[in-house]
């Protein structure tokens, strides 16, 4: 094989077990006779507890234990979910069951454990429960009924970066000035599996089993929660039915299981139900930022100011206050050359879920406000958006680049790529398409977005190598599947390195006894941080297999070459496979190079870049919107399976069709979550998707030795605007200036009637 792979087409090896439904999930895995768990949760927003009484239902039958806050504080657990701050953040105490208050619908008041499902169902209703109302603040705005004492305005932060003197003075001085505000729209991630865990004791140790992103973050956790030496914590992760980041951080319910498990001696299980998840599952995006962009007389930028408001929910999710400040600003400014910028982003707290990272987590939302921003600025100022954009691209002779917010792009070549999708798109054929579709009474609109995205995550990665007794090897690893198909790639990139047949190595993800330390799936960090500890491994595996091949054999280690498949002996037809020499090290008693252990940690991240362009069809009697054609061009550096990636890229743009077209996650005036189910949360179907086309137009990395940058967000980053901009194409000539997501048939038909002069 060529070094670092031949970009190989390989199909998944996990898909066997997951169609033949043999995957292996937390619920499948529960022990046998585990007691059930189930929370009862509010059924208001906001809301002093008057009387919480749980003597019927502990007398319940079947009922093992029944828990409230109060409980946990007596058994002297730490009793509160931790999540981090930015500066001059606002931190508030976040109780694993509400603590005199609760502050959204479906917060858990109470678990009740039990014998079964239902009779923890039935004991749940036996629990008295009442409450005094309070003001509820449904919307993100400072101001209003305090959520918490902390934030008596709900402000939890309040964030800038950038010279604001700067940006307001060279907009004052710009030849035009363009304004907009983009609403980016509230999404539950709806992962196939909802949450869910199982903890036991097991020889003296609390082990718990949970559907997650990593697991070395719960067990420190976990450890800190009962004042535990960490080495007395097994977290554990088996197959997951997708993250999407909300699985990425600690929840209470994980908490609470472990604390019923270690109080009663027995298995306790959870598994959250759909409209459970709905309610409770963090949230995604939910903001409005207000963009100015300032050009000269020749259409280059001279300033970019970004005002946002963000709905933080009711509480501080693990991440949530990072999400739209620092994140959103590792690519404010995307691609285009300019340094005078601001960011300025107030975190709201409001008595809905919580939000955190979503596919994405702040990238998406930085480029859709960007790329919205660029394309008004176009027809404002009646440039061609592709010019707009090539005009103010940062050029290949400008890299590496440090940005207006610090971040150091290594490569790129925007124009190439652009090139690339304007002849993949088939740009020059619209207008043909267009008239097409007007014949046929229907508007058709192109929207492009041309997308960079941070690699985010821990830099520090670890892999291990052990070749076992039975003829195969394990690849321990510190990322973890949500169904990306790791298993396959990690396995392709070790067989690449050493000759080994990949079908002879099992990757082994998810289980803190068996690899020390690991970074965790998330910000599409694990193939470049994973593969580069597993090139280092394989590197020291090499050299240790050498030294002893060419003791054994005694000759001069210089004689002895490895080609990335067999070591070679010089003026010789000798020839060893990487399993022979495992084999002869076995039988003498080398058991110390049957299995090395590397970490290593990335110097910098690489920048995954690309243009979507999509195309859309609206029916002008109802509305509807149908997005007819979509084209992809990545710069995502080497690949190492192209369908992977493809597979990576048409997921990510089908979440942000979805977010466009007809997700959206809506409260009342009372709190109330009224898109908690199917019946009424509008999840993208097949027939909503066009056939997607992915081209890779690859500029590799300096950042790693593989020259890969990640993919696993890079659809939903781009496919935002491109979509939006598409929608606000085609409704251009029909008077319509703004449009907000979700594009519903209602929405559209509205913004058409209102438009009519």
Known sequence: MDKFGKSQPVKRVEDARFLRGT??????????????????????????????????????????????????????????????????????????????????????LAMVVAESIAA?????????????????????????????????????????????????????ASAHVV??????????????????????????????????????????????FFALDPEQVRVTTPDVGGGFGMKGMNYPEYFAVAHATRDLGRPVRWMSDRSEAMQTDNAGRDLVSLCRLGFDADFRLTAYAVDTVSNLGAYNAPFAQFIQSELFAKVLMGTYDLQTTLLRVKGVFTNTTPVDAYRGAGRPEAIFALERAMDQAARALGVDPWELRRRNFIRQDQFPYRSATGEMYDVGDFHKVLARCEAE???????????TSAAAGKLRGQGLCYYIESILGDPEETAAVEFTAAGRVNLFVGTQSNGQGHETVYAQFLADQTGIDAALIDVIQGDSDRIAKGGGTGGSRSVTTQNTATLATA?????????????ALGIAPEKLQFDDENYRIADSNMVFSMMDVAEQAREAGRDDLLKVTRTTTLDGRSYPNGAHVAEVEIDPETGAVKVDRYVVVDDLGNLINPMLVEGQIHGGVVQGIGQAISEHTVYDEEGQLLTASFMDYGLPRAADVPFVKFVS???????????MKGCGEAGTVGALAAVANAVTDALWDQGVRRIDMPFTPQRVWKAMTDATP
């Open 23 to 108: 995957g292996q999930y937390v619920d499948d895995q529960a022990p046998e006779g585990a007691l059930f768990a189930w929370f009862l949760r509010s059924p208001v927003a906001h809301a002093l507890v008057t009387e919480l009484d749980l003597s019927d239902a502990r007398e319940a039958e079947g009922v093992h234990a029944v828990y409230c806050q109060q409980d946990l504080l007596d058994a002297g657990v730490k009793a509160t979910v931790s999540a981090a701050t930015v500066k001059d953040g606002v931190r508030v105490r976040r109780p694993v069951l509400a603590e005199g208050r609760v502050r959204y619908v479906g917060e858990a």
């Open 120 to 172: 923890a169902r039935d004991a749940a209703e036996l629990i008295g429960f009442d409450f005094d109302d309070l003001p509820v603040q449904a919307a993100p705005v400072v101001g209003g009924a305090p959520v918490h004492e902390a934030a008596p305005d709900n402000l939890a932060y309040d964030f800038e970066k950038g010279d604001g003197a700067a940006v307001e003075a060279a907009l004052a």
């Open 179 to 224: 304004e907009c505000e983009v609403v980016d729209n509230r999404v539950i991630a709806n992962s196939l599996e909802p949450r869910g865990c199982w903890a036991q004791i097991t020889d003296g140790r609390l082990h718990m089993d949970f559907t997650g992103q990593g697991v070395w973050g719960l067990k420190s956790e976990l450890a800190k």
């Open 425 to 435: 798109s088939d740009r020059s054929g619209f207008e043909a398409r267009r008239a």
């Open 539 to 551: 590197g020291a595996l090499v050299d240790g297999f050498a030294a002893f091949l060419a003791q």
């Open 697 to 707: 137009e690859p500029v590799p990395s300096t950042a790693n030795a593989m020259g």
